[in-house]
């Protein structure tokens, strides 16, 4: 069975930095697409980006441009959210998701992690 697990949440002031990664077991290979997505405290969920993991490409939401960089490692499975310059509305539980359907959209996820909290004080 397949699972995406997440780990390297937390507690960081304003200003500071966190990377948060999501391992892929159950697959050989990671899925071509996949991405992270939020939901803060009365919030929908967003989408905050996704990689294409046979090319690289990458797509972030305008609101983490700059800061935030996926990236992944294929010999361990694992994608990985570096995220700078962090701000209280940052705040969040951060998902890993993924999916072989095309395209690489949030609205075809299909994979999801357990969820790891984010929270950034002022």
């Known amino acids: 069975q397949v699972q995406l697990v997440e780990s390297g949440g937390g507690s960081v002031q304003a200003g500071g930095s966190l990377r948060l990664s999501c391992t892929v077991f159950g697959y050989t290979y990671m899925p071509y697409c996949m991405g992270w997505v939020r939901q803060g405290p009365g919030k929908e969920r967003e989408g905050v980006g996704y990689?294409?993991?046979?090319?690289?490409?990458?797509y972030y939401a305008d609101s983490v441009k700059g800061r935030f960089t996926i990236s992944q490692d294929n010999a361990k499975n694992t994608l990985y959210l570096q995220m700078n310059s962090l701000k209280p509305e940052d705040t969040a539980t951060y998902y890993c998701?993924?999916?072989?359907?095309?395209?690489?959209?949030?609205?075809?996820?299909?994979?999801w992690g357990q969820g790891t909290q984010v929270t950034i004080s002022s």
């Open positions: 990689i294409n993991t046979e090319t690289s490409n990458t």
């Open positions: 998701a993924a999916t072989h359907k095309w395209p690489c959209e949030m609205r075809n996820y299909n994979l």
